[in-house]
């Protein structure tokens, strides 16, 4: 069965940090692409960011880029997101998700891990 | 404001048909696959159509999706009670390298 368990989510101060993972299981992690899409309370989907399957390439949300760092170790078969200079627009619940190819084509979902940016 | 363009709300009786619009430009839905995304509420998103209008297993026939030029719509027929959710297109846009979703639709069940 294919699982996606994200996990590091919490609550912090404006400009702290906070890095999430995404634990997969039951395929073969390093042949997909993985993704970050992030939902605020009571908003819609808004995707954050992907990550080609050899690290080669990946994309980002133009309010995260410099910010944010996606990343992934296949040996682990996790994903990662490291979030500095967190902003309060930044709460959302982050979702992991599996891709087939960069579009936004995601066959699998994680059950999401809650961030709240707060002082 | 979203770039893909859907109706904030439809609604329909149990039985009915209704369909939910998702415009883009040439660049996101001109250019590249649509997607929809059904959530349930309090649930994580679920792949509802890919590639335009294909079924992943699982997903009933009574949902349908479509895709003209700049344009996406999603079919339900036959509306159930369980249909009630929150609906969301998808597609990645060539010129800004990113990925989008529509601003999703809430769909009642009257």
């Known amino acids: 069965e294919v699982q996606l368990v994200e996990s590091g989510g919490g609550v912090v101060q404006p400009g702290g940090s906070l890095r999430l993972s995404c634990a997969a299981s039951?395929?073969?992690?390093?042949?997909?692409?993985m993704s970050w899409v992030r939902q605020a309370p009571g908003k819609g989907l808004e995707w954050v960011a992907n990550?080609?399957?050899?690290?080669?390439?990946?994309y980002y949300l133009d309010s995260v880029k410099g910010r944010f760092t996606i990343s992934r170790d296949n040996a682990k078969k996790s994903l990662y997101l490291q979030m500095n200079s967190l902003r309060a627009e930044d709460t959302a619940v982050y979702y992991c998700?599996?891709?087939?190819?960069?579009?936004?084509?995601?066959?699998?979902w994680g059950q999401g891990t809650q961030v709240t940016v707060s002082s | 404001q979203s770039v893909l363009t859907q109706p904030p709300s439809v609604s329909g009786t149990p039985g009915q048909r209704v369909t939910i619009s998702c415009s883009g430009s040439?660049?996101?839905?001109?250019?590249?696959?649509v997607n929809w995304y059904q959530q349930l509420p309090g649930a994580a998103p679920k792949l509802l159509i890919f590639?335009?209008?294909q079924r992943p297993s699982g997903v009933p026939d009574r949902f349908s999706g479509s895709k003209s030029g700049t344009s996406a719509s999603l079919a339900i027929s036959g509306l159930q009670s369980e249909d009630e959710a929150d609906y969301y297109c998808?597609?990645?846009?060539?010129?800004?390298?990113?990925?989008?979703f529509g601003g999703g639709t809430k769909l009642t069940v009257l």
């Open positions: 998700a599996r891709g087939l190819d960069y579009s936004n084509y995601f066959d699998a």
């Open positions: 039951g395929f073969t992690f390093s042949d997909y692409w």
């Open positions: 990550l080609k399957q050899d690290l080669s390439e990946k």
């Open positions: 040439k660049s996101n839905i001109g250019s590249n696959i």
């Open positions: 590639i335009n209008n």
């Open positions: 998808a597609a990645w846009d060539d010129r800004m390298k990113v990925g989008l």
